[in-house]
């Protein structure tokens, strides 16, 4: 909750909370903070214990924290009954990334796209076509 607030915000919160509260009542304002925090981490543990004795034994190593959905999700791409493991250990991301680049770059021989850069002359007209002829096909755009 807190992971996120830096040491400059944590001063000013400081320096905020003297202004407020003054030198001889702070310290009473943080025990009773700290007091209301811990109540209700005690209400919370009370509150999952249970839910867990509730659920019943098939539910003893139920976690709460699995019902984040980032959590649940990391949890089942890791379980090695989906063999998703051996996808991922097959996979090699930098070596399927050289393979695309290189296979750009091998196609990118035409005098006029490697003079610029690499980049589509958009100014230039397209080349008018014959009777016959048929208008290219993009596979991809369709």
Do not use: C, W, Y
């Not at 924290?65 to 051996?86: A, H, M, S, V, Y």
Request: hydrophobic residues 35%; without cysteine; proline residues 6%.
């Amino acid at each position: 909750m807190f992971n996120d607030i830096g040491p400059l915000e944590l001063i000013t919160l400081v320096v905020l909370a003297v202004l407020v509260f003054g030198p001889d009542k702070l310290p009473k304002v943080i025990q009773d903070v700290m007091r209301t925090v811990r109540k209700i981490r005690e209400f919370s543990e009370s509150a999952k214990q249970d839910i867990r004795s509730e659920l019943g034994p098939e539910f003893k190593d139920f976690e709460f924290e699995d019902l984040n959905p980032k959590t649940f999700i990391r949890k089942q791409l890791d379980n090695d009954e989906l063999g998703l493991k051996e996808i991922r250990n097959g996979f090699d991301l930098k070596k399927e990334m050289a393979e695309v680049t290189d296979a750009v770059h091998s196609t990118d021989t035409s005098p006029s796209s490697s003079s610029s850069g690499g980049r589509i002359d958009m100014t230039k007209k397209p080349e008018e076509l014959g009777k016959d002829d048929r208008p290219p096909f993009d596979a991809d755009a369709t």
